[in-house]
């Protein structure tokens, strides 16, 4: 990932507009700010939410609030808590995806 070239930026991530991507149960809330090809996004997890997508994208992600558990296509699991984060490149391992039964608020660069 490169941040591409633009000005100090403030972001009020209580202003930004969020939307709503259901999972195979539950549904996330994504604010979201565009940075050419660079994505920064406060991701909001409701309680019960199971991704509908196995995902190879690269990201950092941060978990903020709650317990976010994330489960590697080849059986791997982990549990991050808040303060944790991974970080995984494109393609960089198996395919991931995220769940929580109480809920998570995470912020994510990809």
């Known amino acids: 990932m490169k941040i591409p070239t633009l000005p100090f930026t403030v972001t009020d991530w ?3 507009e969020p939307s709503v991507h259901p999972g195979e149960t ?11 090809e660079l994505r920064v996004r406060m991701v909001e997890y409701s309680p019960g939410y ?17 317990e976010l558990d994330t489960e590697l296509r ?6 991050l808590k808040p303060g944790m984060s991974y970080q995984v490149s494109d393609f960089g391992d198996a395919a991931h995806r995220s769940s929580t039964a109480t809920g998570a608020t995470l912020f994510i660069v990809d």
């Open 14 to 16: 209580s202003h930004v």
């Open 74 to 79: 080849d059986g791997r699991k982990f549990t």
């Open 26 to 36: 539950g549904q996330a809330l994504w604010r979201t700010l565009n940075i050419g």
């Open 50 to 66: 199971l991704a509908d997508h196995w995902c190879d994208r690269g990201h950092v992600l941060y978990v903020v609030t709650g």
